[in-house]
């Protein structure tokens, strides 16, 4: 969902009918910079600004601002909430993935409740960014393949006309322009959730993690390897299923959870 099929292919990220034979001690299994600093908290503009709760039936049965529930999560001691708030989890639709950020994280984030200010996420992250030295957009660009843009018109076809001429209001060149701001504001992939930058360095460091690791649930030959029939059972289990298996009272879920379920007719 998040890298689309064309790009899981081509980093070997797809799941394996028996064993899977990359495994490589050689591989390098620490998430990189550009990883942890930008491309993984992709998904801040996904956020939603208010916390719905919904019933076992999928009726709505309230909302809750952000703001007030980041640190203080005590809405969760009271009976039968982590179902309402699990309900409204895969009842509620993302944000879409753009360059715009609710503003419970960007001004309100672990806003305390006598206050009328919090902190900013977007600026948390790009603070992150340049104090660790992260290399730009412009150079991740070029690290995954893509043509260096040395003009902002470059970047029209990759981020819009708008956000481009946002840029040259801002910034003298496009190698001033941080990872997290530019990997946002890309136009997503074809079947993907995030852009090409992103779903590179995404990718490339999940393929990586999952060659370099001994233990992949999936690998053979190693005294910790499962079974076949093993592995067998545990492809079949499901974020649905634990949802369904932990929660008191869910009477239906859509089959993958993380996809929203088609309005019932």
Known sequence: ML????VVAENNLTEAEGYWYG???NAHTSPSQAFTTAAFR???TFIQGKVMRYGRHHQFLGAHSLRFLLRHPFIIYEPGRIDELAMGLVDTPSQTYDPFISKEVAGHLFQ????HVGLDLPSINLMRGREQGTPGYNFYREWCGMRRAETFEELIPWVGNHTAYLYSTLYAHPDDIDLWSGGISEEKMPGALVGPTFGCIIARNFANIRKGDRFWFENPGFPSSFTLPQL???RKAT???I???NGDR????QRWALRQAHPIQ
């Open 3 to 6: 890298l689309g099929k064309r």
């Open 112 to 115: 305390e409740p006598w206050d």
């Open 243 to 245: 949802l369904c298996d």
């Open 23 to 25: 495994y490589d001690p």
């Open 42 to 44: 992709y998904g801040h």
């Open 250 to 253: 869910i009477l239906t879920i």
């Open 239 to 241: 974020q649905s299923k």
């Open 232 to 234: 067998r059972e545990i």
